[in-house]
């Protein structure tokens, strides 16, 4: 019994496809989370993984919240 080198077969194009350059709408988000230091994915997934990994204050808005106003 031999394995294949590839469970799949392989794309054909899977090179130029990792090669495209992302466009702003996709960089911006992975971005954010570089500059926030929180997790990247869905989000509730990143709501999960930020509670497991002590990162809820990454996902938190920067900065002093609002005064609340007097009533």
């Given at each position: 019994m031999?394995l294949?080198?590839w ?11 990792v090669?495209?350059?992302?466009s ?5 988000p992975?971005?954010r ?5 929180q997790?990247?994915?869905?989000e ?5 993984a ?12 920067r900065g002093?919240?609002?005064k609340?106003?007097p009533?």
């Amino acid at each position: 019994m031999t394995l294949s080198d590839w469970p799949l077969p392989r794309p054909r194009s899977g090179v130029d496809y990792v090669n495209q350059p992302q466009s702003d709408a996709e960089l911006e988000p992975v971005r954010r989370s570089l500059d926030r230091g929180q997790p990247y994915g869905g989000e509730a997934w990143v709501r999960d993984a930020a509670s497991r990994l002590g990162l809820e204050s990454s996902l938190r808005p920067r900065g002093r919240p609002n005064k609340e106003s007097p009533m």
